[in-house]
């Protein structure tokens, strides 16, 4: 009982904190959130210690490096080791299809190749030889994008909807966030490589967990473990129950339970973090336009400079011509075919 309440504890104390932050990033709660838990933090750390945990955020977050592609990679390789080892064997004993268990497999091919390609292709980068053709692409709307600006660490003029990277030290067409996971941009070259990849890895990880379950549930019945009693306690018969069920499956197949776990936290995650891109996908809005929406004034990069005549105003997405459309632009980006030629 112990265990069960302290997972789910523990799985909802997660999905709390990351809806949590998805709300706050949206106001300025975070910033001072994470500006007080800096405060706390800097007080009771030494400052040897806080300056290397400074070196290691940078080297993280702030440069291009391969850290969390090995992550992913190992722990992607841990959950199908688990699968392969253990899950599959059971399954097939009991009878299960083939074609289901091969499923995650499949899965896994496909989000390799959309991993590779999100990882290696060029986002949209913006050069001298093709800023012209870029320039031509979407409309300034004068709040978030005004005409005539210029990036002078790259020194080209930034088309509507760009913004300088400063992981990558360049400026990406159609920018819509560095993604650390694949260790590039992700802008309006391999927007279409990310959404498949992040598709199909939701996707292995609710297939994933749907098989696992049905695995201990079929266990549970087979075995005819649910009709059995245990002796509590207070030394009284008891018939068993949900709780002592899982706890019974986690003793006797604790790396299947624990990979579950981890899965259905996963498939939580990534669900919502897909329904979260298909929605910027539908409306037309990168992730870095929907961070601004309400405060386009405030976030410029220093290294841009800002029209001495612009004044605050509301910004309004001008990009969003239908779902088909919106979704067409993604899988289909405007001027990709010319500029990469021209480059
Ligand atoms: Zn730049
Ligand atoms: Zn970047």
Redesign the pocket.
């Known amino acids: 009982m112990d265990f069960l309440v302290l997972f789910l504890f523990y799985l909802a104390l997660v999905l709390i904190g990351v809806v949590t932050i998805c709300i706050c990033s949206k106001t300025h709660y975070l910033r001072g959130l994470v500006r007080g838990g800096a405060q706390v933090i800097s007080h009771i750390i030494p400052e040897c210690l806080q300056r290397a945990m400074r070196k290691v955020l940078h080297y993280l977050f702030h440069t291009r490096n391969h850290t969390f592609i090995m992550l992913h990679l190992l722990l992607q390789g841990l959950v199908y080791a688990e699968y392969t080892w253990e899950v599959f064997g059971y399954c097939q004993e009991l009878g299960f299809s083939l074609h289901y268990l091969l499923l995650p497999y499949l899965l896994l091919v496909i989000n390799l190749v959309f991993f590779t390609l999100s990882c290696v292709s060029n986002p949209g980068t913006?050069t001298k030889a093709n800023e012209f053709s870029l320039l031509q692409v979407y409309e300034f709307d004068e709040v978030m994008f005004p005409k005539n600006m210029k990036?002078?660490?790259?020194?080209?003029r930034?088309p509507a909807r760009?913004?300088?990277?400063r992981v990558c030290?360049?400026?990406?067409h159609r920018f819509d966030h560095h993604c650390v996971w694949v260790n590039n941009c992700i802008g309006a070259w391999n927007a279409r490589y990310f959404l498949i990849y992040l598709l199909t890895l939701t996707a292995s990880a609710a297939t994933m967990a749907v098989v696992s379950t049905v695995f201990l549930v079929q266990l549970v019945v087979v075995s005819d473990l649910y009709l059995e009693t245990y002796v509590d306690d207070l030394g009284h018969l008891q018939v068993i129950d949900i709780v002592f069920l899982i706890q019974y499956l986690f003793l006797t197949l604790p790396r299947i339970v624990f990979m579950l776990g981890f899965v259905v936290m996963l498939s939580f995650l990534l669900g919502g973090y897909l329904c979260f891109t298909l929605y910027l996908a539908a409306t037309n809005q990168t992730t870095n336009e929907w961070y601004r929406g309400d405060r386009a004034w405030c976030h410029h990069?220093p290294?841009?400079a800002r029209p001495p005549s612009a004044e605050p105003q509301v910004y309004r997405n001008i990009h969003s011509h239908g779902l088909w459309s919106n979704l067409g632009e993604i899988f289909l980006p405007a001027a990709a075919h010319c500029a990469e030629k021209m480059n």
């Not at 990036?151 to 080209?156: A, E, K, L, S």
């Not at 030290?169 to 990406?172: E, F, W």
């Open positions: 913006i990036c002078f660490t790259c020194n080209v930034k760009s913004k300088h990277c030290n360049r400026c990406v990069c290294h841009v």
